[in-house]
Nanobody, 119 residues
């Protein structure tokens, strides 16, 4: 069974930094695009950043220049370095990955990790 497990959320003051980590485990053949999404209370889940297996990245405009996504293909992990955090970054952050196992490719989600930025 494939799983995505996030870690690294927490409470931080505005202007501070946090680093989120997501590790994929199970009978994985390969992982295509991985990404981070977030959902604030009363709002829809939105894309934060994605990274392909080749390292190409994409960010939502609101985090460009502040967040950096990276991955370690050998360890099946994806990181999100978040700097200059703002109160509006407060949300539950979810890891996502399109993972190929013996039964084909499936998009998986982690359980989510809370990020709270105080003003």
């Amino acid at each position: 069974q494939v799983r995505l497990v996030e870690s690294g959320g927490g409470l931080v003051q505005a202007g501070g930094s946090l680093r989120l980590s997501c590790a994929a485990s199970g009978s994985i053949i390969s992982i295509a695009t991985m990404g981070w999404y977030r959902q604030a209370p009363g709002k829809q889940r939105e894309l934060v950043a994605t990274i392909t297996s080749g390292g190409s990245t994409n960010y939502v405009d609101s985090v460009k220049g502040r967040f950096t996504i990276s991955r370690d293909n050998a360890k099946n992990t994806v990181l999100l370095q978040m700097d200059s955090l703002k109160p509006e970054d407060t949300a539950v952050y979810y890891c996502n990955g399109y993972i190929y196992a013996s039964y084909g490719g499936v998009a998986y989600w982690g359980q989510g990790t809370q990020v709270t930025v105080s003003s």
